[in-house]
């Protein structure tokens, strides 16, 4: 799945800088070789944009999104919540956000071809198409879940959707000023069962090896140190 992503993502992005091409060398004729080297650098502006995307959509929503950069792969956001409520529909509109941008920066790009504005906009469009393409196809990359995967679990509320909305939801609580140990154990433990190299997964760990720890349950608490070590080999 992994290579059908980028298969599927490069080849409609090759294809679009081909229709690009020939309709900047119509317009500008050798000119137009500076906008062919605009349209392959454009791709960390359009990661960039993409990015923006999610921050400007999580800042709507009370959602910090912190991004990671991944110039020819799928970039990723740490979420931070600013509220525990609500947090299934702020996440899904946040996860939309890049997206979003993406499809505005290709619809730019389609209206300049037609010439109605400027066509050397249009220079921004492959590198849209391709991380579009690339970020909603449901699939699990190296540098984590894209966009599509995260709405797809999120839209049909998997087990894996439910532990990180509720560690999301735990996080949101001590941010807010709740102590870790004053926690109600329920949204540690009466949680899905998911795979353990989910990053979800990790982090609900991370969180019951540090409730345990203060609260002063030396036996538990290790417990889940020993755990979190053995679960290094995902992070």
Known sequence: MKSFNFIIASVCAT????SCGIRLWLIY???ALPCYAAVILSLPFSSAMHELGHMLFGFAVKIKAVPHFSVLGSSSCKIIPGTQYGLRGRLIFTTLGGLFVNTAIIAVGTVALFGVIPVWLCVFMPSSVYLLLLNGISAELPSGKTDGMVLSSLITDSDEAR????????QAQILSGTPIDELDENLLFAVPVIR???????SLTQL???????KGDEKRALEYK????ELKEYI
């Open 15 to 18: 294809l679009c800088a081909l």
């Open 163 to 170: 532990v990180m909305l509720a560690v999301l939801a735990i």
């Open 208 to 214: 019951r090896y540090e409730y345990f720890n203060a």
């Open 196 to 202: 353990e190299d989910d990053p979800a997964f990790i």
């Open 226 to 229: 020993t755990r979190l070590e």
């Open 29 to 31: 004729g050798l000119l």
